[in-house]
């Protein structure tokens, strides 16, 4: 079981910065994804960016730029710095943690999530 925990998030003026960060404890194994994702009412979660135990990124188009995902493998944690927000970065934001054992069989966590929220 692995748990996170999120924090930073908060409500910001549209051109500001917030930092989020995430906190995994439990049982760790390496070779695992990290990331962040928003979901915001009536529509599906989606990917804001995800690192990897070896440090490789992908972020959606909509934050390119703006947002930076870092980690921390000592600490077990993953970082997202987002900066110059815009009204539409409002949202939920949750951790993820994933890792895939062998194909077909992935093990994948989620923490309460932290709201953001970005005033125009």
């Known amino acids: 079981q692995v748990q996170l925990v999120e924090s930073g998030g908060g409500l910001v003026q549209a051109g500001g910065s917030l930092r989020l960060s995430c906190a995994a404890s439990g049982i760790i194994f390496s070779d695992n994804l990290m990331g962040w994702y928003r979901q915001v009412p009536g529509r599906q979660r989606e990917l804001v960016a995800v690192?990897?135990?070896?440090?490789?990124?992908n972020y959606a188009d909509s934050v390119k730029g703006r947002f930076t995902i870092s980690r921390d493998n000592a600490k077990n944690a993953v970082y997202l710095q987002m900066n110059s927000l815009k009204p539409e970065d409002t949202g939920a934001y949750y951790c993820?943690?994933?890792?895939?054992?062998?194909?077909?069989?992935?093990?994948?966590?989620w923490g309460k999530g932290t709201l953001v929220t970005v005033s125009s």
């Open positions: 993820n943690w994933r890792r895939e054992w062998y194909p077909g069989a992935t093990s994948n966590y």
């Open positions: 690192i990897s135990s070896g440090g490789s990124t």
